[in-house]
């Protein structure tokens, strides 16, 4: 088992949340460019 300092944990847990949120809203952006892309599809007049 390996511990941590406090304050290198606090970085370590900072450091996580940044990235979660980083990748939240890069997935966030996928999704709606999907959607948006799905709509316009949806959208377009069938020939």
Partial sequence: MWQL???QNRA???RVDVGIKRWAAFLRSGVAALYSSR???VA???E
Avoid: D, I
Wanted: charged share 15%; no cysteine.
């Fill in 5 to 7: 300092e406090g304050w």
């Fill in 12 to 14: 370590l847990v900072g």
């Fill in 39 to 41: 709509a316009a599809a």
């Fill in 44 to 46: 377009a007049p069938k």
